[in-house]
């Protein structure tokens, strides 16, 4: 692991804030002991209720986007979220789960370009009680990105952060009644169905990808077309749905995600009327 004795001088403190409501600070503190950050998140991931913000420490420039678009529905399709709840754990970079090109998507557009992060790796982790948490580490424009050495020790901390996290959060993250079809199975059902009575199956395609924030060039590689096709259909996609940027397509899904569920049917027919 390769750390030093003074990266572990702030381990006790974190052990002894176990069930407090320091913990949350007490364990970014032994996290930035190995490696430092200027911003970072504790987020929870219910099976059956919405996100849970456990700890926001966010720097100031990411607020208002966090509070905002992140938080009014573009988590259901961030790569944490969908990574996390496809059961992947362990110490990452956020471009380690997002699609290839991912900074050049319209959903990196909609939030991380106006985050002033330059940097942003994450701890995949579960609670006591298996509820999915993620811990965000972000670094601004006033820091380096992370080196490979830190990226390392990182990693090297997982398992440590992984059981303070358990031991903390032993149970009671998933406060909600569960539901026959969790939120999870709720946002495939809808990505399947979004459109399927006015798109043709390939605008459908394209429309899915999208939405899981694919870049364009990404896109037309995945579908096998060239990025001149891929653009005629996002055109016609936008005509047949009356959009006129890639934020009002996000935000029509988020309207038809929140219809009560009718799984087999197109959310747009209700919402189009």
Known sequence: MNLTSKSLDPLPNAIDMIGTEGFSNALLDFIRGTAPFDSAVIMAYPESGSLRVLHNALHEGD?????GPYRDGLWLLSPTYLKVKSGLRGFFRLMELAPDDFRDSDYYALYYDSSGVIDH??????????TPIAISLERTERMRPFSKRELAQLA????????????HWKSDLDRGKRTEATLHQQVETVLQQFGCSILTPRELEVVQLVLKGYPSKLVAKTLGISGQTEQVHRKHIYQKLGLSSHSELFSLFFDALALPNNEGSDPLVALLK
């Open 63 to 67: 607020q208002k986007g966090f509070s």
């Open 121 to 130: 790796s994450l701890f995949l982790l579960e609670s006591g009680d298996a």
């Open 156 to 167: 090297g901390i997982c398992q440590l952060v992984a059981s303070l996290v358990k031991q």
